[in-house]
């Protein structure tokens, strides 16, 4: 069984080398065609292409070029209005004559709308119609039969990658961007979400004046159980911050909760920006080894503040 494994991917590994020996300025022309689209990208297929088709069309969506994926069966019954003439069309067909085509292609060229082609037949008809033409061909599929798509379909979702990733790169489509697409997952939550967005203001913030002594700060640490008080001048700018463990060593040095909390603070104390990205924060505070930290906003006044838990629990982690 092994060995059946490995063969396998052997061959496939072996299609997709030549695959890319012989790419060419044909992907260039293909990027070009989608970058001059001005409508959305439609990705239509039949079979294990469809299934490709539809994990191409996600991955254009998701990094900045617009698709969708339309059933070539279901266009002949209704979708090809879903089709308007500033689309662009990629049609994949390993034969390249598949029997849908030979409806939608006149259709498509009686509208001008632009065809790319991912075949491995240079001669079919799909080829023939199209504007440009990506060559997944094989000379082997993984199948001891020759039948199923394997090496081919490796090579299909291959070509695809590179031209959604081609055009991502050329875009300049950035993280912040991916991270609109996906923004119900961690990386959404990472990315989007800002310290402002999750940090604690208001009652909830742990604030003393620089006047006031360790007795406020213990005071204010149990009222907001966020382990950090933060320490302020007239101005409400950070002079420092008392921590759970400040307070701990300050009593085992045999000092009293009546000194001034100057003496026992921890200064300047690391504080956050308000318009940092929530992963960035908490890469931060993973850095420094401390679990929370004041918030300041742009001109250094404080605004909030924030620490680990809080970040977990927006799914950020």
Not at 102 to 115: H, K, N, R
Not at 199 to 214: K, N, Q
Request: aromatic content about 4%.
């Amino acid at each position: 069984m092994l060995s059946y494994a490995l063969e396998t991917l052997d061959i496939e590994l072996a299609e997709a080398r030549r695959m890319r020996d012989r790419l060419d300025g044909s992907i260039v022309r293909a990027c070009r065609l989608l970058l001059d689209c001005r409508g959305k990208v439609v990705v239509s297929g039949m079979g294990k292409s469809g299934h490709i088709g539809k994990k191409i069309a996600a991955s254009l969506a998701s990094t900045g070029t617009p698709a969708f994926f339309v059933h070539p069966a279901e266009a002949l019954h209704g979708d090809l209005g879903m089709i308007g003439a500033q689309d662009a069309v990629i049609f994949i067909s390993y034969s390249g004559r598949a029997r849908e085509l030979d409806l939608i292609l006149p259709l498509l060229a009686e509208s001008a709308i632009p065809l790319i082609a991912i075949t491995g037949s240079g001669d079919s008809p799909l080829a023939r119609a199209a504007a440009c033409v990506l060559d997944v061909g094989v000379e082997r599929e993984a199948c001891p039969m020759g039948l199923a798509p394997t090496s081919s379909a490796v090579n299909t979702l291959m070509m695809g990658d590179a031209l959604a990733m081609s055009l991502m790169r050329f875009r300049g489509f950035n993280a912040e961007q991916f991270a609109r697409s996906h923004p119900g997952g961690s990386l959404g939550a990472r990315l989007l979400n800002r310290v402002y967005h999750l940090m604690r203001s208001g009652e909830r913030l742990p604030l003393i004046a620089c006047r006031g002594s360790v007795m406020d700060a213990m005071l204010e640490l149990s009222r907001t159980g966020l382990g950090l008080v933060a320490v302020c001048d007239e101005r409400q700018r950070v002079a420092g911050v008392f921590t759970d463990g400040d307070l701990r060593r300050w009593l085992l040095k045999g000092r009293t909760l009546e000194d001034p909390i100057i003496d026992a603070m921890s200064r300047p104390g690391y504080v956050l920006p308000a318009q940092w990205r929530a992963g960035a924060a908490l890469e931060a505070l993973h850095q420094r080894h401390i679990s929370a930290a004041p918030v300041v906003d742009e001109e250094g006044r404080l605004v909030g503040a924030i620490n680990l838990h809080d970040l977990h629990q927006a799914g950020i982690g």
